[in-house]
């Protein structure tokens, strides 16, 4: 197998599958067979869609992308999105040379709206909940998320926050370590990978399910690797086809602000009068515009 990965080094994602397939199992062959016949319609499905309609459970299709050279199904996507032919539907998948730019415009905004519908519909009460009871009583709070992920750590930061919670943001992988080792199980990690397939974040996760540290995980595929670690899951969906989308970060904000709004009406009195402490901080003139010094 190890002089056939090296064979197969640097080669495209569809020669890959072609030289793959004898040796995959009936199952995983389903699968890649399916992909050979609609590349192009596969780069817009999402793994539980593939799985369903090749008749395969969702473990099969992780499985496949694995047995294929792949880390996990996030890679192999990757990977076949740039075996096919440059289109426009690699930016974005429903967009066409023809669209004009307010159609262009309409489209996206009506995929970001899809993303916010496809979130709801999945949207797990009990897990929402149990978040919200390990935010709520967390000694400490500690968010993580590299990449483009970072921006939405950043934001659930300046949240909980204004709520007089004590969080920490980390965007930088090895001090992501180096906190979560000093955690307790009194603390909570909240960790935001949409693919879940990323290597720090599972590093991070790991690290923190050693400890004993409960972990909420933000994320956009429930089959992902870090979701093993996670003691609850939220899902922010995303149909598209690249890994780095508006629509899940816009799915992604709107569970945060859903947890910001939650936390805030359990102890509202508290979180009026410091959002009101906080407008005054900002608002009051410094000593140097008031004459000051």
């Given at each position: 197998m ?5 064979v ?8 890959r ?24 319609k ?6 539980v ?13 992780v ?13 192999f ?10 289109s ?11 669209d ?8 996206v905004l009506?995929?970001?709206?899809q993303?916010l ?5 999945l ?23 590299v ?12 949240r ?7 969080c ?6 090895y001090?992501?370590?180096m ?12 960790v ?7 290597h720090?974040?599972h ?21 992902s ?17 690249m ?9 992604q ?6 947890l ?34």
């Amino acid at each position: 197998m190890a002089q056939q990965d090296d064979v197969l080094l640097g080669v495209d994602a569809l020669t890959r599958l072609r030289v793959m397939f004898p040796s995959l199992s009936p199952a995983e062959n389903k699968v890649c067979k399916y992909i050979l016949d609609n590349p192009e319609k596969v780069i817009h499905m999402t793994l539980v869609e593939i799985a369903q309609q090749t008749g395969v459970s969702d473990a099969t299709a992780v499985r496949f992308a694995q047995s294929v050279g792949y880390e996990g199904w996030l890679e192999f996507k990757i990977s076949l999105v740039q075996a096919l032919p440059p289109s426009p539907q690699l930016i974005h998948s429903d967009i066409t040379v023809d669209d004009s730019p307010g159609m262009i415009a309409r489209k996206v905004l009506l995929g970001s709206k899809q993303a916010l519908d496809d979130t709801l519909s999945l949207l797990d009460e009990g897990a929402f909940e149990k978040a919200l009871q390990l935010l709520s009583q967390a000694r400490s709070i500690l968010i993580a998320g590299v990449g483009t992920s970072g921006p939405m750590a950043h934001e659930m930061g300046n949240r909980l926050l204004r709520l007089g919670l004590l969080c920490q943001v980390q965007t930088d992988s090895y001090l992501q370590v180096m906190q979560i080792s000093l955690l307790t199980p009194k603390d909570v990690l909240v960790v935001i990978s949409q693919t879940g397939d990323s290597h720090d974040p599972h590093r991070t996760a790991s690290e923190a399910k050693r400890v004993g540290v409960p972990i909420i995980c933000i994320t956009g595929n429930k089959l992902s690797p870090i979701t093993s670690f996670a003691d609850v899951i939220l899902l922010s969906v995303s149909q598209e086809s690249m890994s780095e989308t508006i629509s899940s970060r816009i799915a992604q904000y709107a569970l945060i602000h859903a947890l910001y709004v939650s936390l805030a009406i359990r102890s509202m009195n508290q979180a009026i009068e410091n959002e009101q402490t906080i407008w005054k901080a900002l608002m009051r003139k410094a000593p140097y515009q008031s004459g000051e010094v």
